[in-house]
């Protein structure tokens, strides 16, 4: 159990590192498997006992080696969630380790997802391509019987974002959202739509009006949506069933 959790911690770490400089590039058509890292200040090279996973910006106190320039709490703060999250899924899911192994991929694209869409206000298509490609695949081949059911949902939760995304002419709900439903849909039951949907407007609309009340937006302002649909996705298939028993006991 100690071994499989440090075992867990370590790899969801270095992950985390890769997901960290993939969400920084990618935005910005950098390539993400070329080029050593660099110090954005400085522009000096970072050597690989600096660029160790939270460990090295622990050892550094947060600053470059070289110039002293504050390095961003993104890293560490990405690397640390996603060492969280390899650790509650493999907790959760092994000794299944086909089962870990398709919810770690799912994990890492949500984590980018969320990332580049909270800072860019985007979603990457191949991204969630991929995300569709590989729960499909698993659905094939793992619980073949649903495989209609399945692909039904994902086109529902897609129809109903893209209702919105008419209706609002797309101020409230971008492209990126629609084709994102398209995953989640896949990926939750069909029952528990609706549960999903409430969940994400429920928890933009709290983090909107925290934002406004601290002044660090305006009514106007726009908000990604991308990540509030990944909470409340993560949400509903967690606590989904837990939620519509307690509503259908009022
Ligand atoms: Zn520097």
Redesign the pocket.
């Given at each position: 159990m100690l071994l499989e959790s440090i075992f867990l911690l370590t790899l969801g770490l270095v992950f985390g590192s890769f997901i960290s400089a993939l969400t920084w590039r990618v935005p910005r058509g950098m390539s993400f498997v070329k080029g050593r890292s660099i110090?954005?200040?400085?522009?000096?090279q970072i050597a690989w006992y600096d660029n160790i996973p939270l460990f090295s910006y622990l050892g550094l106190g947060g600053k470059?080696?070289?110039?002293?320039?504050g390095i961003s709490l993104r890293y560490p703060i990405i690397e640390l969630s996603a060492a969280c999250g390899f650790l509650v899924i493999g907790l959760t899911v092994l000794p299944d380790y086909i089962k870990t192994i398709y919810l770690l991929i799912l994990f890492l694209l949500f984590l980018s997802i969320f990332i580049i869409d909270l800072e860019n206000q985007i979603i990457p298509d191949p991204l969630v391509f991929i995300g569709v490609f590989v729960a499909l695949f698993y659905s094939l081949f793992f619980i073949p019987n649903s495989l209609f059911s399945i692909i039904f949902s994902g086109f529902f939760a897609a129809s109903l974002l893209m209702l919105l995304h008419l209706i609002t002419k797309g101020k409230g709900m971008g492209l990126g959202d629609v084709k994102f439903a398209v995953l989640g849909g896949i990926l939750i039951d069909l029952k528990l739509l609706p549960i999903w949907f409430l969940l994400a407007f429920l928890t933009g609309a709290i983090a909107g009006s925290i934002l406004i009340l601290l002044g660090r937006a305006k009514m106007k302002s726009k908000i990604a949506f991308g990540p509030f649909l990944i909470i409340g996705l993560g949400l509903a298939v967690v606590f989904g069933n837990k939620i519509t028993h307690f509503l259908g006991l009022i």
């Open positions: 110090c954005p200040h400085c522009k000096s470059c080696r070289n110039c002293k320039t």
